[in-house]
Nanobody, 115 residues
């Protein structure tokens, strides 16, 4: 059983930055991919970005050039660096781990972008 714990959320002003972390209870090297999703109030959960085990990344158009996903296999942790943040980035951010058997989700961390 894999456990994922997100951290790093909080309140940030428009144009500011935050870095989210997703710590896994086991080795992330075995994961096929890891991803970040977000869910804004009253909206469906949406995919934000993915990094596969080869380090290949993909982003939703609204965050390209502003967000960067990375993973540190030695620390069993994935990161999301968020820059030039906008009010529309406000959401609960979730990390996900994809394995050959199933997917695992974290509990989420709140990110609020407001002046």
């Amino acid at each position: 059983q894999v456990q994922l714990v997100e951290s790093g959320g909080g309140l940030v002003q428009p144009g500011g930055s935050l870095r989210l972390s997703c710590a896994a209870s086991g080795s992330i090297f075995s994961f096929n991919a890891m991803a970040w999703y977000r869910q804004a109030p009253g909206k469906q959960r949406e995919w934000v970005t993915t990094i596969d085990k080869n380090g290949i990344t993909n982003y939703v158009g609204s965050v390209k050039g502003r967000f960067t996903i990375s993973r540190d296999n030695a620390k069993n942790t994935m990161y999301l660096q968020m820059n030039a943040m906008k009010p529309e980035d406000t959401a609960v951010y979730y990390c996900k781990a994809v394995t050959t058997i199933t997917d695992y989700w974290g509990q989420g961390t709140q990110v609020t972008v407001s002046s």
